[in-house]
């Protein structure tokens, strides 16, 4: 989702980008619930790889999963949530719902305590996944129950 805009002259020219015509996403915030964390590889190995996201069903008030998010994090931020996240080490997981097997493998579950912050392009709502993510960072102004799973009644959503 997201606007393309181009200049009123220009030409369209199929299969080829021009500077003349930007896309510009549909960015969202969406504040989420720290249910576990990946380790990292490659050149995050020994570091925080992602973060596995939950918020609350508005239904059940449930905590299921969301998603994750890897991306966003300077090295001071990934050693900063792993100071966070180590003491909250639980042996299962806190979610509801079925963590996908390719995200849940390898997971340090925590007690799903810490609220924080994304940007996300799309909120699919058949799978109930946020698409496209990026850390904005911790939000010690809410709590767990505070956050909801995205209202798709209203479009994309944005919590």
Same mark, same amino acid.
Not at 23 to 32: A, N
Not at 105 to 110: E, F, I, K, L, T
């Given at each position: 989702m997201g606007l393309v805009v181009k200049a009123r002259t220009s030409k369209y020219r199929p299969g080829r980008r021009s500077p003349e015509w930007l896309?510009?996403?549909?960015?969202?915030?969406?504040?989420?619930v720290i249910g576990g964390w990946r380790a990292g590889q490659g050149g995050r190995e020994g570091l925080?790889?992602?973060?596995?996201?939950?918020?609350?069903?508005?239904?059940?008030?449930?905590?299921?999963?969301?998603?994750?998010?890897?991306?966003?994090?300077?090295? %001071?931020?990934?050693?900063?949530?792993?100071?966070k996240l180590d003491p909250l080490a639980r042996s299962t997981s806190p979610f509801a719902n079925e963590v996908p097997r390719d995200r849940a493998?390898?997971?340090?579950?925590?007690e799903p305590v810490l609220v924080g912050e994304v940007v996300?392009? %799309?909120?699919?709502?058949?799978?109930?996944?946020?698409?496209?993510?990026?850390?904005?960072?911790?939000?010690?102004?809410?709590?767990p129950p505070e956050v909801l799973v995205p209202d798709t009644s209203r479009g994309a959503g944005d919590g």
């Open positions: 896309k510009h996403p549909l960015i969202q915030t969406q504040e989420v925080l790889g992602g973060m596995l996201l939950g918020a609350h069903d508005r239904d059940t008030g449930d905590l299921v999963y969301i998603g994750d998010v890897g991306t966003g994090f300077n090295h %001071q931020a990934l050693l900063d949530a792993q100071a493998r390898g997971a340090h579950w925590v996300y392009r %799309q909120f699919t709502p058949r799978e109930h996944r946020l698409r496209h993510t990026a850390w904005r960072g911790w939000r010690p102004d809410k709590t």
